[in-house]
């Protein structure tokens, strides 16, 4: 980690571009009145950008007093984020990962080429093209080593490779952004041996899924609208035929009681003749006895019997 210190030397003044001033103005009005501290980063990467890609002392006042801000709060944001730089750098200011990965696949070699070829971290080459400095991971580890230079990506390096790139850019000629080895983006480097099935690219994968999906969806459909269909039917019949509340059609009736009362009110007699006949026949009186009475009855009877014999 770098230390965050101001430039000893400093310019004078900054004031944004008129460009940049109306760019300001339109990030500040996003934010609502009273919150125009909210744009400080924004505005902190706009003036380093408008000055070589370094901040000074008065592009900070500058900022705060844009914000309406104390100078240490703006100054507190432009030391903590390493994004912005405090002092100059070249024209290209290459960072360089040197978090684990990246020293594993062999960053100490790029560290080493910039080394012999810039200087230690943070010097500007005489004719001002490069500077560089070691940062944490930049979110490339696949393709490590690598380095940021400006706003782009090199990837893969060795230090034949990042050596020629180096003489590429002082040279003026065009480099390949991303992987220096050929490979694309972060794919296996020799053969590719995943995601291969050409049925993955061809739509037949997402379509057989896409079609079971239709499927179950059709079919819920159906069911819905059947027991929607069902319902309707069982409504219209018992809308057409009401069931009586009492009794319940369904349960079997039980006879209606034959009570004397029912009998004096439909005008018969209050006892039936068969319940009459019943109780003038003395045997059909004996057998609607209990049991144990009948045979009290009988033994009674036969005690009778013999004394008439
Ligand atoms: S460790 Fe170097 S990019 Fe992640």
């Given at each position: ?52 890609y ?25 030391t ?63 393709n ?22 180096l ?12 992987p ?14 995943t995601?291969?099935?050409p ?19 059709a ?7 059947d027991?929607?269909a ?11 035929e ?14 209606a ?53």
């Open positions: 980690m770098s230390v965050r210190r101001l430039a000893a030397q400093q310019p004078e003044s900054f004031a944004f571009s008129p460009e940049n001033l109306a760019w300001a103005q339109t990030q500040i009005a996003k934010f609502p009145a009273g919150r125009q501290a909210s744009a400080v980063i924004p505005l902190l990467w706009r003036a380093q950008e408008q000055h070589d370094w901040l000074p002392r008065a592009a900070i006042e500058y900022v705060a007093k844009m914000l309406d801000m104390p100078v240490i709060r703006v100054l507190e944001v432009a903590f984020y390493t994004m912005f730089n405090l002092s100059p750098v070249g024209r290209y200011f290459i960072q360089l990962c040197g978090t684990t990965p990246c020293r594993l696949r062999g960053a100490d070699d790029i560290v080493a080429v910039c080394k012999s070829r810039i200087g230690e971290q943070s010097t500007v080459t005489a004719d001002g093209m490069f500077s560089w400095l070691e940062v944490e991971c930049l979110g490339a580890c696949c490590a080593p690598m380095v940021q230079i400006n706003n782009d990506y090199y990837e893969d390096l060795t230090p034949e490779s990042f050596n020629k790139l003489d590429d850019l002082a040279a003026g000629r065009p480099v390949q952004k991303g220096q080895n050929g490979r694309h983006a972060s794919e296996p480097e020799s053969a590719v041996k995601l291969q099935d049925a993955l690219y061809d739509g037949s994968v997402v379509g057989a899924w896409k079609k079971r999906f239709e499927e179950e969806e079919r819920a459909r159906q069911a819905a609208a027991k929607e069902a319902d309707r039917a069982l409504a219209a019949q018992a809308a057409a009401p069931r009586p509340g009492k009794p319940d059609a369904t349960r079997p009736q039980q006879a009681a034959d009570t004397p009362a029912d009998r004096v009110a439909a005008g018969k007699a209050p006892v039936a003749p068969t319940e009459r006949a019943k109780a003038a026949d003395p045997a059909k009186k004996l057998s609607d006895k209990p049991t144990s009475k009948l045979k009290d009855a009988k033994a009674e009877t036969g005690k009778s019997d013999e004394s008439k014999g």
